[in-house]
């Protein structure tokens, strides 16, 4: 056996004396797969089932133990080493840091656009009212979220807010569903790879592997290192590896696969609603929404609204979080939701641009389908650089010491890395 499991191997094994860690639960994983499922992600899902029925359930199986691999990549390279993504980039690939985190900036303040402008419009739907203000209100809360708690009180909101995400389940179970046609579009799909399917399918990629996952749970796993004084970067010492690197497989392969069971559970409300009834097209979460008030009545209208509302709480901080991490690692600033705002005023500086920024675009009118557009063009251009770093990274001694990922885990990134590429080419010849 080769030197390197060897050394992961026993420290493994002399880690089982020690107790168990504040840090075994769940955590960045679980909030990463929840962020994923934002409102623009939820419009790219119903879209998949509008045009297609239930012939796009295949997706979320195939990219789930892809995003697993790269998310797995991220979380073991911000725990090793005690750096989040932006700050390793920075450290052993310089010339990569700017344009890399420059393009997440801007990505993610369209990502926050989109998904402030669906957040406002489905609470309009709901109570009435002017979407412009509940546009300003929502990005105002968000910001103030995130300057005024504490990064373990955050964190602890971040984790409720994904429960939000069960509304997408209940929804599926207020209308009548032909669950064999929905198996067999997960195991037996008929696939076409006409032009319309190749592009809703590159569609789901993008929107479940995108860069802002990869820098957010490495940082958050490097956070929990720097505010927990009992936790320490693995490749400094290994007590306690096997237990940390086990807490992260088991958050990520959890976080992962609520992510995609919700995805599927929104294609299968839209084709039920759409697709069946011969509508075909969907352009915004509203959309989404009230195609179900005539199966299933203004209750089942109001928990997708609020689905809605509840996983863009969720993201925006997220996104604009994970730009402002990257943009202050590499301009060396202090970072972090710990601090008070006069100790960080830098990294503050970057949350607020990002997200009021966001909620601005909404106001002078921006269409939330471009802003979805430009993002997703943005995403495609720097995932995969991304990801070829993050495993450049990962298998660095420099950077993971004893803890270099096993070949297994290389061969799965490599694997979502292709996949990736492949997406974006298709997306650019498209």
Not at 228 to 257: K, N
Not at 278 to 289: F, L, N, P, S, Y
Not at 311 to 335: D, F, K, M, N, Q
Request: glycine residues 8%.
């Amino acid at each position: 056996m080769p030197k390197r499991r060897t050394a992961r191997s026993t420290s493994r094994e002399a880690s089982r004396r020690q107790p168990p860690s504040s840090q075994a639960r769940l955590g960045p994983g679980l909030i990463t797969g929840a962020a994923d499922d934002d409102p623009s992600g939820i419009i790219t899902y119903s879209q998949a089932g509008a045009q297609f029925g239930y012939q796009m359930g295949w997706t979320v199986v195939l990219t789930y133990p892809l995003m697993v691999a790269i998310q797995l990549v991220s979380a073991e390279i911000g725990r090793v080493s005690g750096r989040g993504l932006a700050e390793n980039i920075a450290r052993h690939f310089p010339p990569l840091a700017y344009p890399v985190v420059t393009m997440l900036l801007i990505a993610n303040t369209f990502n926050i656009a989109a998904d402030i402008g669906a957040m406002a419009e489905c609470l309009r739907l709901i109570a009435g009212g002017s979407a412009v203000v509940y546009a300003l209100g929502f990005g105002l809360v968000c910001l103030a979220l995130q300057i005024w708690l504490s990064y373990r009180q955050y964190v602890r909101y971040l984790k409720w807010l994904t429960l939000t995400l069960f509304a997408y389940v209940a929804v599926v179970f207020t209308v009548n569903v032909p669950w064999r046609e929905v198996l067999l579009g997960v195991v037996w799909p008929r696939i076409s790879f006409s032009s319309q399917m190749l592009t809703v399918i590159v569609a789901v990629f993008g929107t479940t592997i995108s860069p802002y996952l990869f820098f957010w749970q490495a940082v958050q796993e490097a956070e929990d290192v720097r505010t927990d004084p009992r936790a320490h970067p693995l490749r400094q010492r290994r007590g306690g590896a096997r237990q940390q690197l086990g807490r992260i497989e088991l958050d990520t392969y959890i976080g992962m696969a609520f992510s995609n069971l919700v995805a599927l559970f929104v294609m299968i409300s839209a084709a039920v609603a759409l697709h069946s009834a011969g509508a075909k097209e969907i352009r915004t979460a509203v959309e989404a929404a009230q195609a179900l008030q005539p199966l299933a009545g203004n209750f089942a209208v109001a928990l997708f609204s609020m689905g809605i509302i509840g996983t863009g709480l969720l993201a925006v901080p997220v996104l604009a979080g994970s730009a402002a991490y990257a943009v202050a690692a590499i301009l060396h600033w202090r970072r972090g939701l710990d601090l008070k705002l006069h100790q960080a005023r830098g990294f503050y500086l970057i949350v607020g641009l990002a997200t009021i920024g966001g909620a601005v675009l909404d106001v002078v009118k921006l269409d939330p389908i471009k802003a979805l557009f430009w993002a997703a063009v943005i995403n495609g251009i720097v995932a995969v650089p991304v990801m070829v770093t993050m495993l450049l990274l990962a298998t660095k001694r420099s950077v993971m010491g004893d803890f270099v990922i096993t070949r297994r885990l290389q061969l799965g990134g490599w694997l979502a890395t292709g996949a990736m590429a492949g997406a974006v080419i298709a997306m650019l010849v498209a």
